[in-house]
T-cell receptor
Framework: TQLLEQSPQFLSIQEGENLTVYCNSS?????LQWYRQEPGEGPVLLVT?????EVKKLKRLTFQFGDARKDSSLHITAAQPGDTGLYLC??????????FGKGTLLTVNP | GAVVSQHPSWVICKSGTSVKIECRSLDFQATTMFWYRQFPKQSLMLMAT?????????EQGVEKDKFLINHASLTLSTLTVTSAHPEDSSFYIC???????????FGNGTRLTVT
């Protein structure tokens, strides 16, 4: 069974601070995705990383895929209250079956 | 863009009754749909994979006789929670894919409350 460990589980910071969320796996996934979910809604895909060592940027968000494709990180620079939400990493398996990490509940206080 | 619609968005039912949740792909044909369950402030847990025209594949620990899945067409999958109990109260989310190596699109979820 492929497992994804995500940390931290909860994070409460002040507006303007930086943060990093980590996602670690015991095995290799063909690709890894990051989602953001707001209460009462479905997850929204932020990025897919495929190549080991890959770095992708989405405005103030930077995503990195480890060289061995077993770990990933999400870094947010100068967090804003609008960044508040549940961030989920997901490993993509065969037939696009996703294995989700436990999620990081981020609260950015104004 | 592709849209996945879930209905209803919320439902309240009494213990012992059954509830059907629909997941529709609105502008594409979905050969595969997935059903997830999510408890408050927790991650999504995959319940089953729904394949059009064949039986669903359930994850370990998910009762197939309690959570009935029907994927009768390429645009519709349904999840029926049978003989619902308060512990079945949860947020149920579906996702749909056009097929191999195609991105998943998520519905907005259904909040089920069993009283």
């Amino acid at each position: 069974t492929q497992l994804l460990e995500q940390s931290p589980q909860f994070l409460s910071i002040q507006e303007g601070e930086n943060l990093t969320v980590y996602c670690n796996s015991s095995s290799v996934f063909s690709s890894l995705q990051w989602y953001r979910q707001e209460p009462g809604e479905g997850p929204v895909l932020l990025v897919t990383v495929v190549t080991g060592g890959e770095v992708k940027k989405l405005k103030r968000l930077t995503f990195q895929f480890g060289d061995a494709r077993k770990d990933s990180s999400l870094h947010i620079t100068a967090a804003q209250p609008g960044d508040t939400g549940l961030y989920l990493c997901a490993g993509v398996g065969s037939n696009y079956k996703l294995t989700f990490g436990k999620g990081t509940l981020l609260t950015v206080n104004p | 863009g592709a849209v996945v619609s879930q209905h209803p968005s919320w439902v309240i039912c009494k213990s012992g009754t059954s509830v059907k949740i629909e997941c529709r792909s609105l502008d594409f044909q979905a050969t595969t749909m997935f059903w997830y369950r999510q408890f408050p402030k927790q991650s999504l847990m995959l319940m089953a994979t729904s394949n059009e025209g064949s039986k669903a594949t359930y994850e370990q620990g998910v009762e197939k006789d309690k959570f009935l899945i029907n994927h009768a067409s390429l645009t519709l999958s349904t999840l029926t929670v049978t003989s619902a109990h308060p512990e079945d109260s949860s947020f149920y989310i579906c996702s749909a894919s056009r097929g191999h190596n195609s991105p998943l699109h998520f519905g907005n979820g259904t909040r089920l409350t069993v009283t």
